[in-house]
């Protein structure tokens, strides 16, 4: 069996016939660098129409950089190639390798800036592996993040063609809106035809962290049937993948036979795809998990690249019924086991987490995984609150979301409108990013985030002064803001207009507030 | 100056030209009714395509049964009126007062099967002041509904024209399109033009209880200017309104002149119309609020009606900046003694809650609330969790909301993506509504709500079950769940079909996952 790789990146004849991808800044914003000892780190600069402006994370890459020269056939420049590269401690070439070596690497220092956090306490905590970079040393083009409690929240938009749809062109413009506005990272989870070409075209012109799933590929060249699958034919794809720059894998190993059973009376079984592959495999051939037997090796390959550890949830709930169960937990427990191992190979780990959870149990999963994890970083899928509201789970997760990351979730994995019923198109990536970017903001506010109320605060001051524009620009969704607003006052002059539809012009909260808080502030002057 | 009644509701001339709402079955569901003493509670009966049927709670009135004979211009049937109406108790003919005297009226017992439970837990929660049942005496085509946080959380919806967009006709629609996807309770806010004759279409067709501000309506009959209400205006509204049937009112009695200095330094100041209407009244008068210094003469038309307080938050938080604030708990305490006043005139009480929350502060909400106003029903607004995503303030709020009624809350008031930007229409309107049924039902999940996860097991089951039908039909939106699955993969075999467009025919884990099930059952059964 050979890795097949269906084509060269750069092989015209194989190329998509037109590609296309979002461009411009996000309106009222300008691309911002803030530089620092030769490392230039991107912000969104939003100019407020008082004059002032307001210096925002920044996700989207050079696509929104009006200066930037871009060429999609030519990938994004690889700027970390000539960033400094410390030699491997113990052959690892990790962050966490060098993060324990007491090295400051130019990744960490770029992420500091970007927080806006001393780079000690990036280095701390990845050190002890409380957070993690994504950086595969095949991957130059993307701009560093980190992945941990003790910052911003961050949040993963799915994206990915099957065998019934999406081209590679779409799949990219996807890439880039999705980056647009605000995902921290990206997993390409093509199952289709050209799985390897749609993935390099993706990694190329990606400026955030690229995650995979490797048995997903690994399964299309066995023709999709899961008991063919073999280590050695794993192992080839992780490198074919690592080589190509992906910066963290989804890998399964936690699934053990001894766990299957655990399953068995659930409302809706094994709902993880990597779940269900590997349970079939250690069924068919009455054994362990290869991807548990060979975990060491892949720890070497992973440790080579410093690619990073998703250990994946094959054992998830797929529904509230089946929340924090015994085969869920069983997992956790195997997964704490494996976060050990990788981590004494230098590589970094992240763990993943459902799924599907009920309010109330949400916080345990949190507690759970920090204990038996050691603290690696937690990066879950949303959790779904309920189950009863398909074509609006991005909702349904976004409150889940929202819990477990103000419990210490350090990424959340987006839910789009389309999660149960079909593949989502761009207009799903981006409300399935937004909502995540609500759930995400929500928790850094509840977490107290040094600079998280900034922005509520700066929006709410433009509402409450009627500077509309402002209020639009501030907003996570300024195209759709202004767009709502307009649909009942068009008219230019009401973005200035000291009121607005919903009350009209004579009857207006927000101006009588203003009255009253300029008599207000009298009677304080007043009062005894 | 007088009542300005703008027409006869029976008056032809008058009446909207056109008038027509949505009919119909929701997809997938027939009404079903319960037998009971003499009483017809509706039900949702969903039918399932392997023969069983699940029936879920209705808030769509008669306008979803097929057979009922519906005239809009004549109103829905008046059912109520031919109930017992048992004689009033020291003046209060309010379900409170005949709760408290141990009475069990037709509306408790209603209620009581409505929900699933024993009719004394109605009882004696109505009597503890708990919980309350909004039955105005003349709105008697209302079904009974109950709003306690040992019952179902309920949600409201807001319509209501302004003076820039909307007409009558386009509010009755709004009514029973959010009464269809579950709106428990409507709120007329209309501001504009003929408020009486909108209020009248409304009350008069709406299956659930009618709630309004009455401010609203007095300020547009002295042209807009707050300073010239007066008590008599006031009164004399608040009784126009009371016969035309409103269930519930809010008035903001809690914003008292010495409330006000403590808004000054807010970023947003006063945010509720409501509470700036007052406040500037209180500040260009030098006296107290009229609706405290005359809150007992309200209780006293109140309770002839059986209307309910929803005592208003005017000074809740308008931003994450103002939250749990000196104001808001200020006012907050005023309304634990309204609550009182209002309880021992045996008048039924709801307390309105904020507003802009960020996470972490929003349990002590609900503890304050709870202690200040003796477990009088919370009613809140959202909140929402952060302000920085205007046109998506249905999920910033969802999530809010989801968690404050995880802490208490009995019923929440819904927020639609037009918030801060203009008026809803019929699209946002739905969207709103489900966004908030989904926080609803996750509470009721979280509190272990009997019946809640009955369909979150029915829909996971034809989930795993590929049972697609189903799956939309038992959704909080069939129409949207099948329109967004049938984008991808139109075909009507698809319905039945063991694979969807995630993963393609080969390869879906939902299949894998049923051989793996019934592979690990026998492995269950092998165990020793």
Same mark, same amino acid.
């Given at each position: 069996?050979?890795?097949?790789?269906?084509?060269?990146?750069?092989?015209?004849?194989?190329?998509?016939?037109?590609? *296309?991808?979002?461009? *411009?800044?996000?309106?009222?914003?300008?691309?911002?660098?803030?530089?620092?000892?030769? /490392?230039?780190?991107?912000?969104?600069?939003?100019?407020?129409?008082?004059?002032?402006?307001?210096?925002?994370?920044?996700?989207?890459? &050079?696509?929104?950089?009006?200066?930037?020269?871009?060429?999609? #056939?030519?990938?994004?420049?690889?700027?970390?190639?000539?960033?400094?590269?410390?030699?491997?401690?113990?052959?690892?070439?990790?962050? $966490?390798?060098?993060?324990?070596?007491?090295?400051?690497?130019?990744?960490? =220092?770029?992420?500091?800036?970007?927080?806006?956090?001393?780079?000690?306490?990036?280095?701390?905590?990845?050190?002890?592996?409380?957070?993690?970079?994504?950086?595969?040393? +095949?991957?130059?083009?993307?701009?560093?993040?980190?992945?941990?409690?003790?910052?911003?929240?961050?949040?993963?938009?799915?994206?990915?063609?099957?065998?019934?749809?999406?081209?590679?062109?779409?799949?990219?413009?996807?890439?880039?809106?999705?980056?647009?506005?605000?995902?921290?990272?990206?997993?390409?989870? @093509?199952?289709?035809?050209?799985?390897?070409?749609?993935?390099?075209?993706?990694?190329?012109?990606?400026?955030?962290?690229?995650?995979?799933?490797?048995?997903?590929?690994?399964?299309?060249?066995?023709?999709?049937?899961?008991?063919? /699958?073999?280590?050695?034919?794993?192992?080839?794809?992780?490198?074919?993948?690592?080589?190509?720059?992906?910066?963290?894998?989804?890998? #399964?190993?936690?699934?053990?036979?001894?766990?299957?059973?655990?399953?068995?009376?659930?409302?809706?079984?094994?709902? @993880?795809?990597?779940?269900?592959?590997?349970?079939?495999? +250690?069924?068919?051939?009455?054994?362990?998990?290869? $991807?548990?037997?060979?975990?060491?090796?892949? +720890?070497?390959?992973?440790?080579?690249?410093?690619?990073?550890?998703?250990? *994946?949830?094959?054992?998830?709930?797929?529904?509230? =019924?089946?929340?924090?169960?015994?085969?869920?937990?069983?997992?956790?427990?195997? $997964?704490?086991?494996?976060?050990?191992?990788?981590?004494?190979?230098?590589?970094?780990?992240?763990?993943?987490?459902?799924?599907?959870?009920?309010?109330?149990?949400?916080?345990?999963?949190?507690?759970?995984?920090?204990?038996?994890?050691?603290? =690696?970083?937690?990066?879950?899928?949303?959790?779904?609150?309920?189950?009863? =509201?398909?074509?609006?789970?991005?909702?349904? @997760?976004?409150?889940?979301?929202?819990?477990?990351?103000?419990?210490?979730?350090?990424? $959340?994995?987006?839910?789009? &409108?389309?999660?149960?019923?079909?593949?989502?198109?761009?207009?799903?990536?981006?409300?399935?990013?937004?909502?995540?970017?609500?759930?995400?903001?929500?928790?850094?506010?509840?977490?107290?985030?040094?600079?998280?109320?900034?922005?509520?605060?700066?929006?709410?001051?433009?509402?409450?002064?009627?500077?509309?524009?402002?209020?639009?620009?501030?907003?996570?969704?300024?195209?759709?803001?202004?767009?709502?607003?307009?649909?009942?006052?068009?008219?230019? &002059?009401?973005?200035?207009?000291?009121?607005?539809?919903?009350?009209?012009?004579?009857? +207006?909260?927000?101006?009588?507030?203003?009255?009253?808080?300029?008599?207000?502030?009298?009677?304080?002057?007043?009062? &005894?």
């Amino acid at each position: 069996m050979s890795t097949s790789v269906d084509a060269d990146f750069s092989a015209e004849s194989t190329a998509p016939a037109s590609i *296309g991808v979002t461009r *411009g800044p996000i309106e009222g914003s300008t691309k911002h660098y803030l530089e620092h000892h030769g /490392l230039r780190i991107p912000q969104r600069r939003v100019h407020l129409t008082n004059g002032e402006h307001l210096d925002l994370y920044d996700t989207s890459g &050079p696509y929104t950089d009006e200066n930037a020269d871009l060429d999609l #056939h030519a990938g994004l420049p690889p700027t970390r190639q000539t960033w400094r590269r410390p030699d491997p401690v113990d052959g690892a070439a990790t962050q $966490l390798a060098w993060a324990r070596a007491g090295v400051i690497t130019d990744e960490m =220092a770029f992420v500091a800036v970007r927080e806006g956090c001393d780079v000690e306490l990036v280095r701390s905590e990845v050190a002890a592996g409380r957070a993690v970079i994504p950086a595969n040393r +095949c991957h130059p083009e993307s701009e560093p993040m980190i992945i941990g409690k003790a910052f911003g929240v961050k949040i993963n938009a799915n994206i990915g063609n099957s065998a019934v749809t999406s081209s590679i062109a779409e799949e990219v413009e996807k890439m880039v809106w999705a980056t647009r506005w605000g995902a921290d990272t990206i997993m390409d989870l @093509s199952t289709g035809k050209d799985i390897h070409l749609t993935r390099e075209w993706i990694v190329r012109n990606s400026p955030v962290p690229v995650g995979t799933v490797p048995i997903y590929q690994a399964l299309e060249k066995v023709g999709g049937d899961p008991t063919a /699958l073999t280590w050695e034919l794993y192992r080839d794809t992780v490198i074919e993948q690592a080589e190509q720059g992906v910066d963290y894998m989804t890998v #399964h190993a936690g699934v053990l036979r001894a766990h299957i059973p655990l399953t068995a009376r659930r409302v809706t079984g094994i709902v @993880s795809r990597g779940g269900a592959i590997m349970a079939s495999w +250690c069924m068919a051939h009455r054994t362990e998990s290869f $991807l548990y037997t060979h975990f060491a090796e892949l +720890c070497e390959i992973f440790a080579r690249y410093d690619i990073t550890f998703s250990l *994946g949830d094959g054992l998830r709930p797929g529904s509230i =019924a089946d929340a924090n169960d015994a085969a869920q937990f069983a997992e956790l427990r195997t $997964l704490g086991e494996l976060t050990a191992i990788a981590k004494s190979h230098g590589v970094q780990v992240m763990i993943e987490g459902p799924g599907h959870v009920p309010m109330h149990k949400i916080v345990e999963n949190v507690r759970l995984e920090e204990e038996l994890c050691d603290e =690696a970083p937690f990066y879950t899928l949303g959790p779904l609150a309920t189950d009863i =509201a398909p074509a609006y789970d991005h909702i349904t @997760s976004a409150i889940g979301a929202a819990m477990i990351a103000q419990a210490g979730t350090a990424m $959340l994995c987006y839910v789009t &409108p389309k999660e149960h019923l079909g593949l989502p198109n761009r207009d799903d990536v981006k409300t399935g990013v937004i909502a995540y970017k609500i759930a995400a903001h929500a928790a850094d506010l509840a977490k107290g985030h040094p600079r998280a109320q900034q922005r509520d605060d700066a929006l709410s001051k433009a509402r409450f002064e009627f500077r509309w524009t402002d209020q639009f620009n501030l907003s996570l969704d300024p195209d759709t803001a202004r767009e709502f607003h307009d649909e009942t006052l068009p008219a230019e &002059p009401a973005k200035t207009a000291h009121f607005c539809s919903m009350c009209g012009p004579k009857f +207006c909260s927000m101006r009588i507030s203003a009255d009253v808080r300029a008599a207000a502030v009298d009677l304080t002057l007043e009062a &005894p």
